[in-house]
């Protein structure tokens, strides 16, 4: 494993120390908040420790980056595949516009969490907080699934104006009562076996990585929302 120092690098420096790195085990140390870690990135895995700024993991290809903190705005954009797993909390627009792999964040997202996500075949993004997510969650969503934890809360895990616009895909969201201002064009009910299911693998591979005990996280009332299929959007797109 190679281990870099980000100390005092501007983000340029940085990446492409990291791009020429021949070693497929990269540890960075002392970051703080230099953008575009892992653009593009495929064939490694990426440990950070300290606090990577916007756009990490921009256009992932494959492979996979671990924050030991929190992470930055758009975390996730735009990426195809791999995998991304923030141990703290991330910011707005986590997953922008995601079409592949995965995200996994064990604290709270910000506004706009998986807006314009979507999927294609096989390819099928995966959002999961285990905390809150502000405002606009899954904005525009087109495919894909996000899924809302919320542990530690007492209240519906999510900001105002959720699913403004979605057309694709489907949210899961863990907690007794969704809040009341879900737009019309969406359809949200209680979670039935099949669909816990379905998600099963994404809870169990999610408590594995952060070391969370999922009888625990499974146990709680999840619902279940999907776009309604009177909403004139959903035609306009094959694969959800």
Known sequence: MTHIDGKGKDFRTLNEEVRECVDSEITLDNCLGQRYIGAGMSGKSLLIRGVP???LGCYLNGG?????????DQTGDTMNAGAILVEGSSGDATGYAMR???IFIRG????RAGIHMKAYREHQPLIVIGGEAGSFLGEYQAGGT??????????????????AGMHGGRMFVRCERLPGDLPAQVNAAAAGPEDMASIDGYLSEFCRAFGLKKDEV???KFFLITPNTKN?????????
């Open 146 to 163: 996000i899924i809302v934890l919320g542990l530690n809360s007492t209240r519906a895990p999510m900001g105002n104006l959720c699913c």
């Open 218 to 220: 499974a146990s709680g």
């Open 64 to 72: 996979a980056i671990r924050v030991k903190g929190n992470a930055q």
């Open 232 to 240: 004139p959007y959903r035609a306009l797109y094959t694969f959800n």
């Open 100 to 102: 592949g792999g995965k």
């Open 53 to 55: 700024g916007n756009d």
């Open 108 to 111: 709270d997202a910000g506004y």
